[in-house]
């Protein structure tokens, strides 16, 4: 039996054209509140190691979002160990697939959707709801294309008078604060710790495997946005802080206990306050005081690059961006 197959493919350039702030930040919190209700599928994801070392990984991100009738995957890389000339995480997949026949209608080139969706996404929709609402000082840890798109974000959401950067790469970091210009007053830290000391908000987006942050810095009444879970940020704060918050306690609870790169540190549910979605959805509290120490982990959901495709798909659509490929 013949039958037309045509598939939207959208190229890195064209998903760059189409990517908007506002429409992540709105994107990612209705998404949020869908899986707070119950109306999400998100399966645990399980990483597909290629070395021995586990530097390298292969990691497929499937969802399904009931209300939208929405359904898709995300093939990752994460190559700790990589090539010259190739970033960490690159040549990322986000693929669409109708939920009445299950063909594929959609293929989009997601390194930025990616970016966009966690700094600028998940963790600008935390601080929403677990920052000082008047915070005015943010610590951004890591400078690369996360650090963009979270201060993007974080810009979006709050008046933040001064923006303290720190990257192992000052040439990153000098990158960020041209990135950033006059929307703030961004200062070099020598180190994480002088960043985070005094500050409302601490965005950590390395690639590091060791704690870069550590749980004695942290001032009073921070929230601190790990948005690559314990791996860079100090395991004790699941324990010492006032509320700790996961992305998501399907998929979060799995790796936190299992993954051998963080099981050492001995992390337990029976720690964890919520999970976002609780909270956007309203069967939890988020921040209640000005004093209480946060600390939001999480580490990712396919469901969120999935809606944020949709969103850019719909653009491409009316636009008429993209090449049409048919695949018949």
């Known amino acids: 039996m013949a039958y037309e197959l045509k598939v939207r493919m959208l190229a890195r350039r064209e998903v ?11 994107t990612v919190e209705e998404t949020f509140r869908a899986m707070g209700e119950g109306k999400v599928f998100h399966p645990v994801k399980e990483p597909m190691w290629l070395n021995e070392a586990k530097t390298n990984m292969l990691l497929a991100m499937p969802a399904f979002i009931q209300d939208k009738n929405l359904a898709g995957v995300k093939w990752v890389s994460m190559f700790k160990e990589q090539a010259p ?7 990322t997949l986000l693929v669409l697939s109708s ?23 998940h963790g600008a929709v935390a601080a929403k709801y677990l920052a000082k609402k008047y915070s005015k000082t943010l610590a951004v840890i ?8 979270g201060v993007d974000a974080l810009l979006s959401l709050f008046s933040l008078n001064k923006i303290e950067i720190f990257d192992i790469n000052k040439t990153a970091m000098q ?38 942050v550590m749980f004695g810095w942290l001032p009073k009444g921070c929230t601190v946005l790990g948005l690559y879970s314990f791996y860079d940020l100090d395991p004790s704060c699941s324990k010492k802080a006032d509320k700790w918050v996961l992305g998501s306690k399907n998929t979060d609870n799995h790796q936190i206990i299992f993954d051998p790169l963080l099981k050492e540190h001995n992390l337990s549910m029976d720690d964890v306050y919520a999970d976002l979605g609780e909270i956007v959805c309203g069967k939890a509290k988020g921040r209640e005081n000005d004093d ?37």
């Open 16 to 26: 760059k054209q189409l990517l908007d702030v506002r429409d992540v930040l709105k």
């Open 142 to 149: 890591g400078c690369g294309e996360e650090a963009k798109a």
């Open 175 to 212: 990158t960020l604060k041209d990135y950033t210009g006059k929307r703030s007053n961004v200062v070099f830290a020598q180190t994480p710790e002088e960043a985070v000391k005094n500050s409302d908000i601490v965005l950590i987006v390395t690639t590091s495997r060791k704690p870069v």
């Open 85 to 91: 000339g190739f970033p960490t995480c690159a040549g």
């Open 292 to 328: 209480e120490i946060i600390v939001f982990s999480c580490l990712g959901m396919g469901a969120l690059d999935t809606a944020v495709g949709e969103t850019l798909y719909k653009r491409a659509v009316e636009q008429n961006v993209g090449t049409v490929i048919d695949l018949s």
């Open 99 to 121: 939920s009445e026949n299950g063909q594929p209608y959609a293929i989009l080139e997601a390194t930025d959707i990616t970016a966009m969706r966690t700094a600028g996404g």
